[in-house]
């Protein structure tokens, strides 16, 4: 049930991630740091806004805004994505490109207190050449960072001839979080298009994983105990499947969103374009086992305009999602999960202009809110036929939903 509608005073600013203000997590900001702020990048439009949802938890309101124009003097960066409290109680926002759309990793920040714009976080000449998503693990003084695309051209749409043109990023960054600067780089093949960074929750844990959207790998980084360096290893390949009827002979899973247990137990992935949310068991970090699997939606559902030729994984396609009596539309694109691990949440708009190419009925229809009922014993996930937050009757919808935030926190915090 809504409770609450706050509108945003703009158009076309594509809020796509959201991320906590300083809050208890950040160790050198004080025992006084709460979660009461939201902090709002738009991805097209490159607007941040800070919404305050302290004052009145169940009425959210704007309290600042930072413009364009600001963003693009003051730092050279442009589309905004994801956000994250530094262990300070700055908030740091990854940019995926300059101003003028071209590809440009890297950084900005925002005071922890003030929320004005503080400039760049990285050195100039270290700014990487694609960027999107990032996290960190203070205590190894390390974050990580990956490559996003060029978004002058991913935001006119998904070309096959893009490929082999630098369009798909294929790098992940490794820096020095004290220093601000760059310390290695890992190649993860061209146009792997690596999206999101993960870290293990534990604090004295030096590895996580990256999930790279086109050539359906993810990766484990890890922290060399012989060097001192950072390494990565392939540690899943999810298959692409032959396909006819679609914009290319095969289809990628496209991995669009990773989330890990509060107790590193699994893995959860979620494949927009194949349509279906993975579990993996963690008990060896370096070898993830599969232990449960659903389809929630995606490209290849029987009866529609895409038929698969070749399956290395699949004997049938999968059913369309009917729940509730609403046909659900579109591909998950967004995990959260509960603190106890055993609600996993999913959202089905990856990016409005992807949506429109791939899934021109989500934009009819709009997109929904769905929760998975989790195993945390023995693995397994299933689709709660009780709940469905249906977007498309919003009143001045359809809307297209992506980021999940929990007040009280959550397995991205």
């Known amino acids: 049930q809504v409770i609450h509608r706050l509108p945003m005073p703009n158009l076309k600013d594509e809020l796509h991630c959201a991320g906590w203000g300083p809050a208890c997590g950040c160790f050198e900001s004080g025992a006084a740091a709460k979660r009461t702020k939201l902090v709002l990048p738009g991805l097209i439009s490159s607007r941040i806004y800070v919404v305050d949802v302290g004052s009145q938890c169940r009425a959210p309101r704007i309290c600042k805004m930072i413009e364009p124009v600001d ?21 740091l926002v990854a940019n995926m490109g300059d101003a003028a759309g071209h590809g440009k990793g890297g950084f900005v920040v925002l ?52 490929l082999k043109k630098g369009v798909f990023g294929r790098r992940l960054n490794v820096w020095n979080l004290s220093c601000r600067s760059l310390t290695q780089c890992f190649d993860l093949g061209e146009d792997s298009l690596p999206l999101t960074v993960r870290f293990l929750h534990n604090p004295e844990a030096a590895e996580g994983y990256v999930g790279c959207a ?29 396909v006819s009827g679609w914009i290319m002979p095969k289809m990628p899973a496209f991995i669009a969103d990773l989330v890990i247990s509060q107790d590193d137990r699994f893995l959860y992935v979620c494949n927009w374009l194949h349509g279906d949310i993975r579990q993996y068991e963690l008990s060896r970090s370096c070898k993830p086992r599969l232990v449960g699997q659903v389809f929630v939606g995606g490209s ?3 009866g529609g305009p895409v038929t698969v030729c070749r399956d290395e994984e699949l004997k049938c396609q999968p059913e369309p999602l009917v729940l509730k009596c609403k046909r659900v539309y579109g591909g998950p694109a967004t995990l959260q999960l509960s603190l106890d691990g055993k609600r996993l949440y999913v959202t089905n708009s990856f990016y409005s202009t992807w949506d429109r190419q791939f899934y021109p009925s989500l934009i009819k229809e709009g997109s929904v809110m769905l929760q998975l009922d989790v195993d945390t014993d023995k693995g397994g ?13 919003e009143p001045n919808g359809p809307c297209l939903a992506h980021e999940i935030r929990f007040p009280g926190g959550d397995a991205k915090s």
């Not at 693009?72 to 994250?84: A, E, I, M, P, R």
């Not at 993810?218 to 290893?233: D, G, L, M, Q, T």
């Not at 996930?381 to 009757?393: A, E, I, Q, R």
Request: a negative charge.
């Open 300 to 302: 290849i559902l029987r």
């Open 71 to 91: 963003v693009f003097w003051k730092c050279n960066k442009g589309y905004l994505s994801v956000t994250h409290a530094l262990p300070n109680g700055d908030v």
């Open 111 to 162: 005071d922890g207190e003030t929320f004005e714009l503080k400039g760049n976080w990285e050195n100039e000449c270290e700014a990487p050449p694609t960027g999107y998503d990032f996290w960190y693990q203070a205590r190894h003084n390390v974050l990580v960072s990956s490559a996003g695309m060029v978004p002058r051209v991913a935001g006119r749409g998904f070309n096959p001839d893009d």
């Open 214 to 242: 086109l050539s359906g790998a993810i990766f484990r980084f890890y922290k060399s105990c012989e060097a001192n360096n950072w390494a990565v290893e392939e540690v899943i390949r999810i298959p692409a499947k032959d």
């Open 381 to 393: 996930l299933s689709v709660n036929k009780n709940f469905l937050v249906d977007f498309g009757k």
